[in-house]
């Protein structure tokens, strides 16, 4: 584990009890979980090796109940950690001792739908599958579809500008989300956007949208639903080198097709898949791509034989069309249960980079040198046309020493990702796991323009601590009545 | 006079803006100048012009991405990307020659500083949804960037997003990255003649919720069709409401019979074909119909963003008191307004019945007087404004760029 987190204050710990009845008189009994047992369900996320225990976790019902809690926090300098279903894979929500949880998970309600402007408002506690949910009765769907969508919440989205498999055709979340309710650090609530297409004044909206629970909380939210293609058919496509597949991913874009999703898998990555799911997939390809397209029967049957027509000159070993539901739904199988195929074999890291595509050859090359560095294996998982990265690093969590070097080569192989052109994060967030490595993306003045940014929305700093920002990053933005010891001692 | 600038990169221009912010001087940022005519009027002693800041710095077709320096002109962007059969899916709309200003000239930087998105915006999204990362020169004469260069990037805030259309108020854009879209090989549209107002937010709506990928709705009223280019559609005497398709060949057909199929009950359209859907929709881009009454009454033009169900009763309460035309593009979502011009151009009236409804309205063309007395962006509540003004000292604490061009404190 070689993230520092901050000491909690002890002052702050030392009053638990009186802030746990101030909470109760402010929230109500039913909102607020104080006992050991109920708080440790909340004392990680997804990036499980770390875990701090919260002081408190309140789980309102109303933004006003949560206008209120901040409002109290505010006044008495009590640092909060926003949470959605706590399915961060970056820390994002990992609480801290001297911090409250406020969770939005029970405001799950839908509120509206207008099928003619193809608009939803939702509170912002709602999962993302279930926003689909609710209109796909009517043939409509919400875009943005993480590999949590099951569990994950929309607020927890919208705090991460959370991705999927489809981005490159209907992009992500800040491209699908209209209008935001929100609740300053101070209690004030602010709808920002509405259900038009644009805001007036200053893009605020965008600001809002991946700033990882540091900015306010979202309570409710107004995003685009959008009609459903009349069907949609994948195609496996295998290479003998990760130069063909990438090669045919660009001759693809450069033929003018935008699949609905193109998915790269390397060798171990399809290993893995395919004896799990039996999908199919063929086991003597280096690199594979599932690539799916949308239309009539006619249309996906005309795409899919183009498409077959660009791969011929990078020399397939497999290009199998998928030819019935029951074929589509296995092929999607393998690549959906990857990470938990992955997880039967091995304790994992899912690193989150973005690279230009171009560079994905020797990416790949340098990131089997850098596992291969500290002993460990790797599987690359890749969403190639968008080029969104992910490595997954096997280790064994019984063994800190090989814990540590996974986290060590997860920090080399997002270095590499910035080297090569590309970003540390394409759709995890930075949160605590990629906070150190900000300087590597970012000038000092860079991040001195967010971190002004970050003080106009909570000029005390209170709202999820100790995250996205190196700690001795924030000296002359934070303030220091709310830097712990370990923050100035880190700066010093 | 006001000085006229015109740094060479951003490292010079930086330089200049720590020098003329340690004076408290104020600045107008200018690309080509082609909007100057839009937001309430500034007066600053200096001008910074981007023209010495050109050219593309990076273009990988097969990666949909682009980057140039602000002051490169949109038309050597996209002549560029049409030469790889490719373009800009937000369709970047002309405001010049309605305010006032040349047309054809605006810079890439123009684009995003104002926002200038096009009728694609309603399914391919606006400018905001298609940048991936800028550098700027901020206030304080500092250099900075966000994003990048990869279509897929969540690492840190995303400063570059919030820039598009803050109009040179918080930062001077140097170089921009956006993302690119291939062209598509065939663009019909459908056009529906005779339909009113609340019958053509019915169809296209309606024809948004098919899967046949519709991209453009608008609806024209009879005055505003009389005025079109294209004399096909100026003859038609009364209102049309056209649906734009685009995609493979194959792909359109289907899916334009499919689709007047779908929507039969709103009467038969005539298709357009692919070489007249493309001059149409390129002269909506340039919003010519509002241009041509310069020799009649003059008018003043507004935008107004509401939701398509709303747009019909904000037509009608609009029509109340006011002899107003009107363009409803994204299916009524985003009215373009002509009324007679006024003192007030009729503000008070429009932002309150939008004030019931929902939505906002921005005074895109009115004379100089008219832009100073009235609110030319729609009125901030009281918290967007403490936020505003947060944000406008986190970017330009002395407040020297475009000092009032949005609001007056800012």
Sequence with gaps: ?492 | MADILKPRDDKDLAETVAKLAAANVAIEVKGAGTKRGIGRPITAATIIETSAMTGLTLYEPTELVMSARAGTPLAQIEATLAERGQLLAFEPIDLGPISGGAGGQQTIGGVFATGASGPRRITSGAARDHILGVKAVNGRGEIFKSGGRVLKNVTGYDVGRALVGSWGTLAILTELTFKVMPRPERTETLVWPGLTEEIAVEAMCAALGTPFEVNGTMHLSAALTSRLELKSLAREAAPITAIRIENFASAVDYRANRLADALKIFGTPQKLGHDASLAFWEELRRLSVFTRLASEAPRQLWRLATSPRKAPAVMAAIRRNTEAEACLDASGGLIWLEVPASADAGAADIRRILAGAGGHATLISADREVRESVEVFHPMNAVIERLSTGLKDAFDPARILNPGRMYATL
């Design chain 1, 1 to 492: 584990m070689i993230i520092q987190l901050p000491e909690p204050d002890l002052s702050i710990v030392g009053r638990r009890e009186q802030i746990v009845a101030a909470l109760v008189g402010i929230a109500g009994r039913d909102a607020v979980v104080s006992d050991e047992d109920g708080r440790r369900a909340f004392e990680t996320d997804a990036m499980t090796s770390y875990r701090r225990m919260p002081l408190a976790v309140v789980l309102p019902t109303s933004t006003e109940a949560i206008a209120n809690v901040l409002r109290y926090c505010n006044a008495n300098n009590l640092k909060v950690v926003a949470r959605g279903a706590g399915t961060s894979l970056c820390g994002g929500a990992l609480p801290a001792e001297d911090a409250i949880v406020v969770g939005v998970s029970r405001m799950s309600r839908v509120l509206d739908i207008d099928y003619a402007g193809r608009t939803m408002r939702v509170e912002a506690g709602i999962t993302n599958l279930a926003i689909t949910g609710e209109v796909a009765p009517e043939g409509f769907f919400y875009a943005p579809d993480p590999s949590s969508q099951l569990s994950c919440t929309l607020a927890g989205n919208i705090a991460m500008n959370s991705g999927g498999a489809h981005c490159l055709k209907y992009g992500v979340t800040t491209n699908n989300v209209l209008g935001v309710r929100v609740v300053l650090m101070n209690g004030d609530i602010v709808d920002i956007g509405g259900d038009q297409l644009d805001g007036g004044g200053y893009d605020i909206l965008s600001l809002m949208i991946g700033s990882e629970g540091q900015l306010g909380i979202i309570t409710e939210a107004t995003v685009r639903i959008i009609k459903a293609a009349e069907g949609a058919r994948p195609m496996l496509l295998g290479f003998d080198t990760n130069e063909a597949a990438g090669q045919c991913v660009a001759g693809i874009i450069a033929s003018g097709i935008i699949p609905v999703a193109m998915e790269f898998m390397d060798r171990p990555a399809i290993e893995v898949c395919e004896s799990f799911a039996k999908a199919g997939y063929p086991l003597d390809a280096e690199a594979l791509l599932i690539i799916e397209v949308e239309g009539s029967e006619a249309e996906i049957a005309e795409r899919l034989a183009q498409i077959q027509e660009i791969a011929k000159p990078f020399r397939p070993t497999t290009a199998t069309i998928s030819t019935n539901a029951a074929q589509s739904a296995r092929i999607w199988k393998g690549r959906k249960s990857a990470f938990g195929a992955l997880g039967r074999i091995a304790d994992y890291y899912c690193m989150d980079g973005t690279i230009p595509l171009s560079r994905l050859p020797e990416t790949l090359t340098a990131i089997s040198r850098i596992c291969t560095g500290y002993g460990l294996k790797v599987a690359n998982i890749f969403h190639a046309g968008d080029g969104n990265l992910h490595p997954l690093i096997m280790f064994d969590a019984n063994d800190p020493a090989s814990e540590a070097k996974a986290e060590q080569a997860g920090m080399d192989i997002l270095k590499l990702c910035v080297e090569v052109g590309g970003c540390l994060t394409g759709e995890h967030g930075v949160g605590i796991e990629k906070r150190d490595l900000m300087r590597f993306q970012f000038t000092p003045d860079d991040l001195a323009q967010q971190m002004r940014i970050k003080s106009v929305f909570d000029p005390r700093w209170l709202l999820n601590p100790a995250k996205v920002f190196p700690l001795d990053a924030r000296v002359g933005f934070e303030p220091a009545a709310t830097a712990t010891a370990a923050i100035r001692r880190a700066a010093a």
